[in-house]
Nanobody, 122 residues
Framework: VQLQASGGGLVQDGGSLDLSCVSS????????MGWFRQAPGKEREFVAA????????YYADSVQGRFTISRDGAKNTLYLQMHSLKSEDTAVYYC????????????????WGQGTLVTVSS
């Protein structure tokens, strides 16, 4: 499977940005798709995930209430709506798919997109 992330850009502190991730294959209902991010000089970290079939979601504490993950089954597309952005949200954002289980662990994801850069200016 190939994942193509897009939507990154430059936004001011407090602003909003929407990311998209298109999958080349229709995810199975048991698959989990997630967003991770990597800030300069830091490890890649979990942001949010969604089980494709049920729509069950899970968020990192740092984005809970500000970010919303969703999916469109007809378009094989994963979304991340980001609001109230802060400078600490600046990072390269990656989408990924896990074939088993809702997970926050990077190593449990099986395929990754190329990343899209989000820069929040203060």
């Amino acid at each position: 499977v190939q994942l193509q992330a897009s939507g990154g850009g430059l936004v001011q502190d407090g602003g909003s940005l929407d990311l998209s991730c298109v999958s080349s294959q229709r995810p199975y209902s048991s698959h989990v798709m997630g967003w991770f991010r990597q800030a300069p000089g830091k490890e890649r970290e979990f942001v949010a995930a969604i089980r494709w079939g049920t729509g069950r979601t899970y968020y990192a504490d740092s984005v809970q209430g500000r970010f919303t993950i969703s999916r469109d089954g007809a378009k094989n597309t994963l979304y991340l709506q980001m609001h109230s952005l802060k400078s600490e949200d600046t990072a390269v954002y990656y989408c990924a798919v896990a074939y088993r289980g809702l997970s926050t662990v990077e190593n449990e994801y099986n395929a990754w997109g190329q990343g899209t850069l989000v820069t929040v200016s203060s």
